[in-house]
T-cell receptor, first 116, second 111 residues
Framework: DGGITQSPKYLFRKEGQNVTLSCEQN?????MYWYRQDPGQGLRLIYY???????QKGDIAEGYSVSREKKESFPLTVTSAQKNPTAFYLC???????????????FGPGTRLLVL | GDSVTQMEGPVTLSEEAFLTINCTYT??????LFWYVQYPGEGLQLLLK?????DKGSNKGFEATYRKETTSFHLEKGSVQVSDSAVYFC??????????FGQGTRLTINP
C-alpha cells in the first residue's frame, strides 16, 4: 500500500536536546511538507521541499531544521532553540509543482512531541 | 496574506441532523479549496476539494460548493452519523502548493 509513515508515534524530549522526527513516503511524490498543530488550532507550515536537495522555510521555521537527501524521506529536527516544542507534528506530500499546482496534499498519521 | 476563517466550534448535533460548517476565505487570485477531516489521534484525511468557482466537491455524503462571489466553501451533510464526529479543517492552496488552514471545527454527534 502506498502512503506516508511517520515515526515514532510519541516522542519525548529533554531540555536542551535535539530530536529528529521521521517521515517516509512511497507515493513517488516530489513535494513534502512539515506542519505543526497546537491544541484547538489549525496547522502551521514549518518547512517544505519541492525537490530533492532543496527546501524552503515556512511560516514558523525558527528552531527547526530539515534535510532532503532522498525523494522518499524528509526528516525534521527539533533543535534546542525551539523553546516550545510540545505539539503534534504532521508530514505531508504531494505531486510535482511542475504539473497542476492545485494537487492535493496527503498526510501521515503524525508524531506527538512532549517535553520532559 | 491569504487566510481561512471557519465557524467557531465545538458543534454538537444529534444523529440524522443536518450539518453546516461555514468557511470563508481571503485570497488574491483563484485558490483551490479543500476540506480535511481529522479523527482523534490521527493525521488529516482529504474529505473533498474544488479547484474553480462553482465546482462542487462531494464525498461520503458531504458536499461543499466553491462560491467566488461570497468567497465561501461551506461544508454540508444532510444526515450526520456518530462516526462523523471529528475535527474538520477548511483550507486553501495557491502557489507553491502551500496549504493555508482554518482553525478547525470540532464536531460531536450524539446518538
Amino acid at each position: 500500500d502506498g502512503g506516508i509513515t511517520q515515526s515514532p508515534k510519541y516522542l519525548f524530549r529533554k531540555e536542551g536536546q535535539n530530536v529528529t522526527l521521521s517521515c517516509e513516503q512511497n507515493l513517488n511524490h516530489d513535494a513534502m511538507y512539515w506542519y505543526r498543530q497546537d491544541p484547538g488550532q489549525g496547522l502551521r507550515l514549518i518547512y517544505y521541499s519541492q525537490i530533492v536537495n532543496d527546501f524552503q522555510k515556512g511560516d514558523i521555521a525558527e528552531g527547526y531544521s530539515v534535510s532532503r537527501e532522498k525523494k522518499e524521506s524528509f526528516p525534521l529536527t527539533v533543535t534546542s532553540a525551539q523553546k516550545n516544542p510540545t505539539a503534534f507534528y504532521l508530514c505531508a506530500s504531494s505531486t510535482p509543482p511542475g504539473g497542476s499546482w492545485k494537487e492535493t496534499q496527503y498526510f501521515g498519521p503524525g508524531t506527538r512531541l512532549l517535553v520532559l | 496574506g491569504d487566510s481561512v476563517t471557519q465557524m467557531e466550534g465545538p458543534v454538537t448535533l444529534s444523529e440524522e441532523a443536518f450539518l453546516t460548517i461555514n468557511c470563508t476565505y481571503t485570497a488574491t487570485g483563484y485558490p483551490s479549496l479543500f476540506w480535511y477531516v481529522q479523527y482523534p489521534g490521527e493525521g488529516l484525511q482529504l474529505l473533498l476539494k474544488a479547484t474553480k468557482a462553482d465546482d462542487k466537491g462531494s464525498n461520503k455524503g458531504f458536499e461543499a460548493t466553491y462560491r467566488k462571489e461570497t468567497t465561501s466553501f461551506h461544508l454540508e451533510k444532510g444526515s450526520v452519523q456518530v462516526s462523523d464526529s471529528a475535527v474538520y479543517f477548511c483550507a486553501l492552496s495557491q502557489g507553491a502548493q502551500k496549504l493555508v488552514f482554518g482553525q478547525g471545527t470540532r464536531l460531536t454527534i450524539n446518538p
